[in-house]
């Protein structure tokens, strides 16, 4: 009697330190892809930095170009407001869905905005307009590294919830799978182009 109930004791044990050593190794993997996740945001954040200076600087010179203006800026604020909804759900498969359909959208926007400036010598010229153009190349290219980081944590987190016997845990536990980043529209995968 005293063996069986030894032998049972180190299998509660045993189980007991197998789950909480699964446990902490998927808290480990959701708070990595939520950290990629702020990378994302703080790229995110100063890529909306940047519209509004560049959208001043261009207005001088493209007053005949309004709409463009216009469409840049209303895109911002729809992107803007699909990242604090992201923000406050980092890993959701739907507020990351629209993210990318916002960004996208933006990332749209730039493009025929700078696409104008490419028509006006003066603006082209401009020193401040240059800078700014240089910053957003810039942020889009560190955007798409936070992008792929985030990605591959939540690749890892989601591979981690479905592996044996981790799905157990995870399942009771409430970890769910996360959603991936990206964008909305194959053509505005691509950096937007910038050339002064």
């Known amino acids: 009697m005293g063996r069986l109930l030894g032998f049972l004791l180190t299998v509660v044990v045993v189980v007991l330190v197998g789950f909480f050593l699964i446990y902490n190794h998927l808290v480990t993997r959701r708070n990595r892809y939520r950290n990629a996740y702020a990378q994302i945001d703080v790229q995110l954040l100063r890529r909306h930095d940047l519209?509004?200076?560049?959208?001043e600087t261009a207005r001088a010179y493209l007053q005949h170009e309004r709409a463009t203006l216009e469409a840049v800026i209303a895109a911002r604020t729809a992107a803007v407001a699909a990242g604090e909804q992201a923000s406050a759900r980092p890993g959701d498969a739907a507020a990351l869905a629209a993210l990318g359909q916002?960004?996208?959208?933006?990332?749209?926007?730039l493009g025929r905005l700078l696409a104008v400036v490419e028509q006006y010598p003066d603006l082209k010229a401009d020193a401040t307009m240059a800078r700014l153009?240089?910053?957003l190349a810039s942020t889009e290219n560190r955007l798409a590294f936070a992008r792929q980081a985030y990605n591959d944590a939540v690749m890892h987190y989601n591979?981690?919830?479905?592996l044996f016997p981790n799905t157990l845990v995870a399942g009771s536990m409430g970890f769910r799978p996360a959603g991936f980043f990206e964008l909305e529209d194959s053509a505005v995968r691509a950096l937007p182009k910038v050339s002064f």
């Open 159 to 162: 591979t981690a919830i479905e």
């Open 51 to 55: 519209v509004p200076n560049l959208v």
């Open 102 to 109: 916002a960004e996208a959208t933006l990332g749209g926007a």
């Open 133 to 135: 153009s240089e910053e």
